[in-house]
């Protein structure tokens, strides 16, 4: 178990810059005669950001859980836009004291070899200029947040947030269903300007972050940035062209499917009846509260590893959860690693729909591999790649949907987990919308509003059901990327759950022929965080780091299978 060296309190007190500097000039003075020395520094620089990044993340957990808060409003905007650029200009001389010593290049490649090749990268894009830049980012980001998190609707006389209202487009009453999508669409509609705004404004400074790097463009300039050292961004776009050929054809036909499932005719398929039920048949309602959720949850994760349940019940001690969804509250759900706790912070909106029984699921693959990964003394490799972070937490969610029986009655269980696997199928012709369309966002920075929506209207054309009759709705469906979040607040962040999948699938295909060695191979790749590359952390989970179109077919072909074996 590691233990830290006590260089500085895990319990420092940060307020502002004033109260790290300290440490890092004692870092930046320190006497490193050796590669002992050296080795020593770099445990001293790790655990001086991690108390720095558990202190961010409560700045901003705060602020998601209360977006109407300004006090929390105002501390996460003093991390973001005044500690954490002071923080970053002081980082990079650390780093580059790192790296400039003899030493650096005779520490152990076993061991630092992934340490090297994360700093070398940092070194090598960073530029000063940028670090007020990325400050104004945080802003306009936080601006999202707040837009999006404070929208309501009322229907049937009750003012409800966005993930509530939602749970009514599952309705088998068609007319409730078009009352909910209208309110949705028209409320998200309402604020449609100044969300171009903000965007507009996150586009000028991303692209003059990539120019001060000396890229030519904000998609390079991002993928290098996320540290995606084992495939290109061409690599990304064939990804894209390989789910247009083998999914995009499949996840059409799941929807139409559906469509007749409603028994409503072909040209008559309206966006308020995509997720809407069969007449007779009510949508799954796995749990009332979020404390039934949690509950469960520790049910589940204890069957699949006894270890799994205690994490949870460690994290429900420490109330560690924020599951419900309410107005004010930041959309979305997340996993927050806490740096020096060891332990994260699980936040979603949940509303009691079978979706939020799959996103506790998977928050709660997060978690696992942070607790997994809290061993680790070195915080950059507690940090995995995201390709690998979903990877833990899709394959949770399907390594746990064979015991989702303790939401739901047989029939319902068998229905919940069609629904799961037809949902991995119709999200890859999204992520592939998502990922072309930040691709053209910004290799066309100049681009209009108008020629933004109308891209992401004719991507849509591309990937998404043909099914759907929008006639008097297009200005929804080309304003649809304002709900992807990520488009906002990380770029570029998305393609990792498409590859990812393809992870999670390979573990689940190892979990049905072998339960016990696929948990093995699942928590032996965990627990490695990043200090392996990915194809070598993938080995160890018995997967191949592969997204390749024959790859993809022959996963698209076992999820088939697993459908057949789930007929009602």
């Known amino acids: 178990m590691y233990q830290p060296s006590n260089f500085i309190p895990i319990d420092l007190t940060i307020n502002s810059w004033d109260d790290l500097k300290p440490y890092f000039d004692l870092l930046l003075s320190a006497k490193v005669n050796n590669i002992d020395d050296l080795a020593q520094l770099i445990i001293h620089y790790s655990e001086t950001l991690s108390v720095f990044h558990e202190k961010n993340a409560w700045s901003y957990i705060n602020m998601s859980r209360e977006t109407d808060n300004q006090e929390y ?34 520490l152990s490649e076993e061991r630092f070899g992934q340490f090297k090749k994360k700093l070398k990268r940092e070194l090598d894009l960073f530029r000063e200029e940028n670090v007020a830049l990325s400050a104004e980012i945080s802003k306009h980001s936080t601006k999202y947040d707040q837009l999006t998190g404070g929208l309501t609707v009322t229907l049937d006389g009750e003012e409800m947030p966005m993930p509530k ?28 300007s100044e969300a171009d705004d903000i965007y507009n404004e996150m586009l000028k400074l991303r692209v003059k972050t990539a120019e001060n790097a000396d890229y030519k463009n904000y998609r390079d300039f991002a993928h290098d940035r996320l540290q995606r ?14 789910i247009e050929k083998h999914i995009v054809p499949l996840a059409r036909k799941i929807d139409k499917n559906h469509r007749d499932k409603l028994g409503i005719a072909a040209n008559d398929y309206r966006p308020w009846d995509t997720a809407g039920e069969p007449a007779g048949q009510k949508a799954l309602k796995p749990f009332k509260t979020g404390a039934d959720l949690l509950k469960q949850a520790i049910a589940i994760f204890s069957e699949v590893h006894p270890q799994f349940g205690a994490n949870l019940k460690a994290m429900q001690a420490a109330d560690l959860f924020d599951l419900e969804s309410r107005k004010g509250k930041a959309p979305g759900g997340y996993n927050y690693g806490l740096e020096t706790t060891g332990m994260p912070f699980i936040f979603m909106n949940a509303a009691g729909t079978q979706r939020d029984v799959v996103t506790m699921c998977h928050e709660g693959g997060h978690a696992m591999h942070t607790f997994l990964t809290s061993d680790e003394p070195l915080i950059h490799y507690r940090d995995t790649p995201s390709e690998m ?23 319902d269980h068998i229905r919940a987990r069609r629904e799961h696997l037809e949902g991995i199928i119709s999200f890859f012709p999204w992520c592939a919308t998502v990922d072309a ?77 072998d339960p016990k060695a696929a ?50």
């Open 165 to 192: 209202a939602s749970v009514r487009l599952q309705s088998a009453d068609r007319m409730k269903r078009k009352e909910a999508w209208l309110a949705i669409s028209e409320k998200r509609y309402s604020v449609k």
């Open 229 to 242: 050292f084992d495939y290109t961004p061409e690599d990304a776009v064939n990804f894209q062209l390989a």
């Open 437 to 513: 369309f930040q691709h053209w966002v910004y290799l066309n920075p100049e681009h209009t509003v108008e020629e933004r929506d109308d891209y992401f209207y004719i991507l849509t054309k591309r990937f998404m059901s043909d099914a759907v009759n929008w006639e008097g709705y297009e200005h929804f469906r080309r304003n649809g990327w304002q709900r992807q979040l990520h488009i906002f607040g990380m770029p570029f962040y998305y393609i990792e759950y498409g590859i990812a999948q393809l992870g999670a699938l390979q573990v689940y295909r190892n979990f049905k022929k």
């Open 73 to 106: 409003v105002d501390r996460h905007e003093l991390f973001s836009t005044r500690i954490a650029p002071e923080l970053e200009k002081a980082a990079n001389s650390v780093e580059k004291m790192i790296v400039k010593h003899p030493a650096f290049n005779d």
């Open 519 to 568: 948990l093995e191979g699942y928590i032996k790749g965990l627990s490695l965080g990043s200090s392996q590359p990915l194809p070598e952390v993938w080995k160890a989970m018995g997967i191949k780091f592969d997204f390749s179109a024959e790859t993809l077919q022959e996963l698209v072909e076992f999820v088939q299978q697993e459908l057949a074996e789930l007929q009602d």
């Open 389 to 411: 972070a979903e990877t833990a937490s899709m394959s949770m969610e399907l390594m746990t949907a064979g015991l989702w029986d303790k939401f739901y009655s047989s029939a």
